[in-house]
């Protein structure tokens, strides 16, 4: 089976500054999708950017981009400018291509991130 | 349109009590994840429905899970017998292909035995 490690239990940024969340995983597929999803104190899950595994170019999603290492199996996530409303729990997720695993995910224990005024 | 809804967003049970744990999923989204997380974890993989078909229950810690999604839609998630253990947040995902790769994702149950 797939693993997720999120190495970071807790992080904390001033406002405005910017952080990095780490996150490696272990696969033997060639083929597969990175995610990272927010989870609010509210706990609903939200996406926040994604990565299909046979694109070099890392994925940008405004403030937020990613640095996929796909040799180094790592997949990090670049919060820039940031803000209160980014503090939440960040998770990192894998998913498989193939369709027997009916496409779960596969998470990290996650990364609680506070945002410092 | 509405996003994935969930009910009771928190329920209270007794060991030894079953419950019910309702998913309301996108309209028209064919997939259907449960997931549960436990304090301080990430969402951990119980059970998958294409439609009504259940393909994959391979998550379900033990014979008093159960799952249903009898019309494709709605889906219950059963717990009978509720253990300490049990206690942790379900989570409900849908998306809206077979092979969609973005799920969305429920607000969740917390669950906790008494």
């Known amino acids: 089976a797939q693993t997720v490690t999120q190495s970071q239990p807790e992080m904390s940024v001033q406002e405005a500054e910017t952080v990095t969340l780490s996150c490696t995983y272990d696969?033997?597929?060639?083929?597969?999708?990175l995610f990272w999803y927010k989870q609010p104190p509210s706990r609903q899950m939200i996406l926040v950017i994604r990565q299909e595994a046979y694109k070099q170019q890392n994925a940008t999603e405004n403030r937020f981009s990613v640095n996929f290492q796909k040799a180094a199996k790592s997949f990090s996530l670049k919060i820039s400018d940031s803000q209160l409303g980014d503090a939440a729990m960040y998770f990192c997720a894998y998913r498989s291509p193939r369709s027997n695993t009916g496409n779960q995910f596969y998470f990290g224990t996650g990364t609680s991130l506070t945002v410092i005024p | 349109g509405a996003g994935v809804s969930q009910s009771p967003r928190y329920k209270v049970a007794k060991r030894g009590q079953d419950v019910a744990l309702r998913c309301d999923p996108i309209s028209g989204h064919v997939s259907l994840f449960w997931y549960q997380q436990a304090l301080g974890q990430g969402p951990e993989f119980l059970t998958y429905?294409?439609?009504?078909?259940?393909?994959?229950k391979s998550g379900l810690p033990s014979d008093r899970f159960f799952a249903e999604r009898p019309e494709g839609s709605v889906s219950t998630l059963k717990i009978q017998r509720t253990q300490q253990e049990d206690s942790a947040v379900y989570l409900c995902?849908?998306?809206?292909?077979?092979?969609?790769?973005?799920?969305?994702f429920g607000p969740g149950t917390r669950l906790t035995v008494t």
């Open positions: 995902a849908s998306s809206l292909l077979a092979g969609a790769y973005e799920q969305y």
């Open positions: 696969t033997s597929e060639s083929d597969y999708y």
């Open positions: 429905f294409q439609n009504e078909a259940q393909l994959d």
